[in-house]
Each structure stands twice: as C-alpha cells, then as structure tokens.
C-alpha cells in the first residue's frame, strides 16, 4: 500500500520549510497545501484542533504536528536513507538540544527585529546576533551541524535563512559582516538539493513581510 | 594505580577486587565510582528535576544527586550547562546532557531493555512528544502565572485559562490511555512523567487558592490517574511536601516582586 502524505503548510513559514526539507531529504512524495491562515481550512482545523498552526504533516490520514516533532517522525518512519538524528544516543541529545535552542531563542528574537520598533527591536537584534555567535561556536570547524552532512540541526535552523533579508532590512545590520562563517553554513546549505527547493526566495519573503507591515501599521 | 577517569571505572573496579578484596575502603571506593557515572545536578524542589530522578528510577539507576543551591549558581553548573545554566543536567561519564525531556529521551535510548519509558510505535511517540511540548508551553507557565499572580482578578483569568487546558489533558489522556492506568499503559511513560512531575506544584497551589485543578468534578479520569502516579514505586518520595514547598517559594516570590518595584 502507498504512504499517503499531506502537508498542511504556508509558504514563508520557516516551521513549515524544515518539514519540506525534511521529507524531500527522504525522497518521500507528498501533496503541499498552502493554506490561508487569516482563513484557515476546516482540513487544519480537524487535524490541528490544538493549535490550528501549520505545519501539519498528514501520514496516512494521520496528523503530527509541530515542527521538531514531524521531522523527527519522518526520520524514524522513512529510517532507510538520509538519517537525520545521529545513531549515537548522545549526539541525538545534542542535536535536539540544539534544535530546541533554536526553537526557544533563534524563532523570537528574529519576530522582535520585524514586528517591533525602537529600544525593543535594538535589544532583539542584540540577542540575535549573539545567538549567531553561540550557534557558530557549536558549528565549529564542522561542515554542517550535522558533521558531513545535512542533520537534524541544519534542517530546523536553515529555514531561517530566507528571512535573513527581512532581519537586515529592518534591524539595519549585515549578517555576513557579523557571523560571516554562519553565512558560509548557510550558502553550504543551500547548495543541497532538498534545501534549495524547499526554501523561498529572500526577496519573495521580504516582499510578503513589508506587506504584512503594512497592513498591520508597523511602517 | 593510574588514576582514573569514568570510563576506567571498570577496568578500576577490576584492580581494586583483585588487589583489595577484603579492604573496607576499597569496597567504598568500588562503590564511589560506580555511581559517579552518573551525576544528577538539582534539587528538590523542581519538577523537571523529578521527571529525571522517575526515569532514572524506572531504570533502576543509581546515580549522585548534586544538590544545586541555585542562589549562587555553583560551579559545576555553569560548566556543565553553559547555555542556560539551569538544572536539571544529568552528567553521564563527563557529558553532560540538558533539558529534562531530552535527557529522559536519552535515558530511555542508552538503557533500553525494559521498562521502556518512551512508546515503541513512531506515532504514539509522536504523540507524546507533542503533549509533553503541550504542557511544558500551556500547562506549566499558566501554573506558574497562577502562583505570581498578585490581584485577584489576574488569578481568575489564569486559573480559567488553566481549566481549559485540564479539559484537553483530560481529553487526551482518554484518548492515549484507552482505559489503562496511564498515559503510557499499564505502567507510567514519557507522558506521565512529563505531566505528574508537577504534582507538587499543584498541590501546593491548591492549597493557596483553595480550588482543586485536578479534582474529581471536572476531570475524574486525570484525578485517578493523578492518584495513580503519585503511589507508582518510580515516583515514591520525590513529590515535594506542599509546606515545604510554601516555605520555600513564598519569599523568593515577596523578592521577585521587591525586584520588580
């Protein structure tokens, strides 16, 4: 019997590309709805009764959701090839520390830099960068967080990447200036196929992000 | 003898039988490195530091519990947990590993015979991930909010608030157990470790507010459950004391207010 995959996504959400990338890593062929969050559909309702957030990624009519967690399961279902939680119990300790560092600090921080002003949004893009620093110094001399290739920890960090544009725009900084070797992870990153794909434009969400501004009467 | 680093321990435990069968000190000695594998940094009175000492326990794992003060942050803390610096962090050999679910993971992953804490199916471990990220989001901070909240009004809002989330626990906890003892069936999982390592909180807040959060009238299955857990051989002793806990918190919460004046 054929894997039934849906996933129920937004097409900027960075939540929504680490389970994109996650499934395309796994070579697993799925329909992608985008849904219209200011008009949710009685699908994401149903299977997200909790939360009503996407991502939900549907696997044979059943749902997971929450990020972290989907990718998780696509690993340990479609266990035959592209492992991305490391075989060593400790170094999966690490990488979903890690990955909940960049859940907790990484995720909030960049919300403060486009959706606040003045001393709060100074402070967000203080702790952002720091947050740079902290994930470089784990990366290290390292390919990918993952060692030599793509793991757990790129894939939940990456799709941060295509909203770097808006930080900088708004937060009036260069990444590339400050983090330059996350910069280089990060271009690492997107030579990767699954990755490439699964990642909007920067301009397209830059785009998608000053208009949100806008008719929220950030600008 | 060459001195010894944690993982010697055995090749140590083997010198020390061979040359000191009948030595007192050396059988305290074998018995010193045999716990000190495993370190436990925290201290009673936190929850998350009793989801590890329930999973340690189902294991039936001996370790030694480094009791933190917190107030000043010890030394071993800062080393072992540079990022947030807070307990609990169990120290394995000499890694370090934080964050009490992920350590609970890793416990149930590195002693993996039976009893098993986390589900064997990926999507009941889905499942159960999702809820403990559920409590650890709603459950615990609307608690928390409960317990510092100073005027009246702001305790009502948030002891409704935390109604609603008991409704989905109690929900969910029907779903997941299907009529058995637990969340995790008919022994205590990842699940029931995630939720009841706040027992003692509630208690204590209960006690406060004189309302019952998890009482018979509005969620009779998590009410029995909650009993359940509370007599499991895994969790016996490690419920704080309500009055202990009283005595403990009221002044750090009078401080904190101090603080925010």
């Known amino acids: 019997m054929a894997d039934e995959v849906v996933l129920l996504d937004f097409w900027p959400s960075p939540f929504g590309m680490r389970v994109r990338i996650a499934l395309a890593e796994k070579g697993i062929k799925y329909e992608y709805k985008d849904e219209d969050l200011r008009n949710k559909s009685p699908l994401l309702l149903q299977m997200n009764p909790v939360h009503k957030k996407i991502p939900v990624l549907i696997h044979n009519g059943k749902p997971i959701c929450e990020s972290l967690i989907a990718v998780q399961y696509i690993d340990e279902i479609w266990n035959d090839k592209a492992p991305l939680l490391p075989s060593d119990a400790y170094q999966r300790a690490h990488a979903r520390f890690w990955a909940d560092y960049v859940d907790k600090k990484l995720y909030d921080y960049g919300r403060k830099i486009w959706t606040t002003k003045g001393e709060e949004q100074e402070a967000a893009k203080k702790e952002f960068l720091d947050c740079l620093k902290v994930l470089e110094g784990e990366l290290g001399d390292k390919l990918y967080f993952g060692g030599d290739n793509l793991g757990f920890v790129d894939v939940v960090l990456i799709p941060f990447y295509s909203w770097f544009s808006v930080y900088e725009a708004l937060g009036n900084f260069s990444t590339e200036a400050e983090s330059p070797k996350f910069i280089a992870w990060a271009k690492r990153c997107l030579e990767i196929e699954s990755v490439a794909k699964s990642l909007p434009d920067q301009h397209k969400v830059h785009d998608f992000v000053m208009l949100m501004r806008k008719k929220f009467g950030l600008d | ?261």
């Open chain 2, 1 to 261: 003898m060459e001195s010894a680093t944690n993982g010697d321990a055995i090749g140590i435990l083997e010198q020390l039988s061979y040359q000191n069968l009948l030595c007192p000190i050396g059988r305290l000695y074998m018995i010193l490195m045999a716990k000190s594998d495993l370190k436990l940094v925290g201290r009673w009175s936190s929850p998350f530091v009793m989801r590890v000492k329930i999973a340690l326990n189902i294991k039936s794992l001996d370790y030694e519990n480094f009791h933190e003060t917190l107030n000043p942050k010890s030394d071993l803390l800062l080393q072992s947990n540079p990022v947030y610096k807070k307990i609990p962090v169990l120290i394995h050999g000499d890694k370090p590993i934080c964050e009490s679910l992920i350590i609970v993971e890793y416990i149930d992953e590195v002693w993996s015979s039976a009893p098993s804490i986390l589900p064997s199916d990926p999507y009941d471990r889905s499942i159960a991930r999702f809820w403990a990220a559920y409590i650890d989001d709603k459950w615990f901070p609307t608690l928390k909010s409960i317990f510092l909240a100073d005027e009246e009004e702001s305790k009502k809002q948030y002891i409704k608030q935390l109604e609603e989330v008991v409704v989905r626990m109690e929900d969910a906890f029907l779903n997941i157990s299907k009529g058995k003892d637990f969340f995790g069936g008919n022994r205590i999982g990842y699940l029931d470790i995630a939720f009841g390592c706040f027992l003692g909180w509630m208690r204590m807040i209960e006690k406060l507010i004189g309302l019952k959060l998890i009482g018979e009238a509005k969620c009779p299955a998590l009410a029995k459950w909650a009993e359940r857990f509370a007599a499991d051989a895994a969790v016996e002793g490690l419920i704080p004391e309500s009055d202990k806990l009283i005595e403990l918190y009221n002044p750090l919460k009078l401080k904190s207010k101090a603080l925010a004046k």
